[in-house]
């Protein structure tokens, strides 16, 4: 069953270009992903230190694969201690 996620990344502002650029250096590796539907992100307009990425997968099992990607390793390095907070929400999609 495909998911969704909502990550909320908090950058802190001296390190929010730092943050964009990883995060946007994500978006075509990620893309080229079996299972992934959609990986777009987004910044807040009241907050433009909240990034918010929309996600979607076909389903768990290409999650998890994302997840264990080096291109996720390399981004949880680079931006590892430049946010203030990650927030990760897992919905199941229902239509």
Same mark, same amino acid.
């Given at each position: 069953?495909? !998911?969704?996620?909502? /990550? =909320?990344?908090?950058?802190?502002? $001296?390190?929010? $270009?730092?943050?964009?650029?990883?995060?946007?250096?994500?978006?075509?590796?990620? &893309?080229?992903?079996?299972?992934?539907?959609?990986?777009? !992100? +987004?910044?807040?307009? /009241? @907050?433009?230190?909240?990034?918010?990425?929309? $996600? &979607?997968?076909?389903?768990?099992? /290409?999650?998890?694969?994302?997840? /264990? =990607?080096? +291109?996720?390793? &390399?981004?949880?390095?680079?931006?590892?201690?430049?946010?203030?907070?990650? @927030?990760?929400?897992?919905? =199941?999609?229902?239509?």
């Amino acid at each position: 069953m495909p !998911l969704s996620i909502i /990550a =909320t990344i908090v950058a802190h502002p $001296e390190h929010r $270009e730092t943050v964009t650029q990883a995060l946007t250096a994500m978006l075509a590796p990620t &893309r080229a992903e079996a299972g992934c539907q959609q990986y777009d !992100l +987004h910044v807040d307009q /009241a @907050d433009p230190n909240r990034l918010v990425m929309i $996600e &979607r997968w076909t389903d768990d099992a /290409a999650l998890d694969a994302h997840i /264990a =990607t080096p +291109h996720m390793a &390399r981004l949880k390095a680079v931006i590892n201690d430049k946010t203030s907070g990650i @927030d990760i929400q897992r919905l =199941t999609y229902l239509a």
